[in-house]
């Protein structure tokens, strides 16, 4: 009975302190894309960003420049785990992602893609407590430090020739990632479309442990898989 009594109550600390370190879920401010800045690329290479100003040109340059709708966009994450003893695939969704992208129709190879923003306080999975757990314990997102994850691209590849409307692109964009402090070089693999609006989604797979994100003992909670997918689906409108 001792026993039992104790191991209560170390399942209520911790549940206690998973819902007391997630906060609130409510994002400090709404995330804002950072401008593109320079001229379009070449080979592929792209131009450094500043997320330092809110204003949001209509070109660069002359190039086209699309600004992700967040309101049709979501940017998720996707892993394993068993629960009460069963296999379940959690997947965690937020619309609060921002980004530019800009490009000349008439050359693939000038494609920019700006930092990539996305605000980790503002996942939403199927359970109010796992929510409470990713925001606090894991993603450190609860303290404004860590709230934003930050995708930097550095490089571009796949694209060369004109960009039709009606065709499907795939491509891969590699850059920077940085979650909860931690900076982690991923590759997305990309398929867009171009029309009246650019379409499209990205997708990577990283490794939890790559950026130190521990899962915190819980009750009825185990093996969650150490790979996560990372996909960001996005419709993105002329600025």
């Known amino acids: 009975m001792a026993v039992l ?3 209560g109550l170390l399942a209520g600390g ?5 819902w007391f ?15 593109l800045t320079g001229s379009p690329t070449t080979a592929g290479a792209v131009a450094p960003t500043s997320s330092g100003s809110t204003t949001v040109p209509s070109a660069v340059d002359g190039a086209l420049v699309f600004t992700i709708d967040k309101e049709r966009s979501t940017a998720t994450f996707q892993l394993d785990e068993v629960l009460n003893g069963s296999p379940k695939t959690v997947v965690g969704v937020t619309n609060e992602v921002a980004a530019q992208i800009s ?3 008439a050359d693939a190879s000038t494609v920019q893609v700006g930092k990539v923003l996305v605000n980790a306080r503002t996942f939403e999975t199927d359970s109010g407590i796992r929510d409470r757990a990713v925001r606090g314990p894991i993603l450190g997102s609860a303290d404004d430090q860590f709230e934003l994850i930050e995708f930097t691209p550095t490089a571009i590849e796949g694209l060369s020739g004109a960009i039709e409307q009606g065709t499907t692109l795939e491509f ?3 850059g920077d990632l940085t979650i909860k402090g931690t900076t982690v070089p991923v590759t997305f693999e990309v398929t867009a479309n171009l029309a009246d609006e650019l379409t499209g989604k990205a997708v990577a797979t990283v490794l939890r442990s790559d950026f130190g994100l521990e899962i915190p003992s819980v009750p009825n909670v185990a093996d969650v898989s150490n790979e996560v997918i990372l996909t960001l689906e996005f419709v993105a409108i002329p600025a």
């Open 5 to 7: 009594l104790v191991l």
């Open 14 to 18: 911790a549940l206690a302190y998973v």
């Open 21 to 35: 370190s997630g906060g609130s879920g409510e994002p400090s401010t709404d995330v804002t894309a950072p401008p």
């Open 103 to 105: 490009f000349d129709p």
């Open 172 to 174: 891969q964009v590699a």
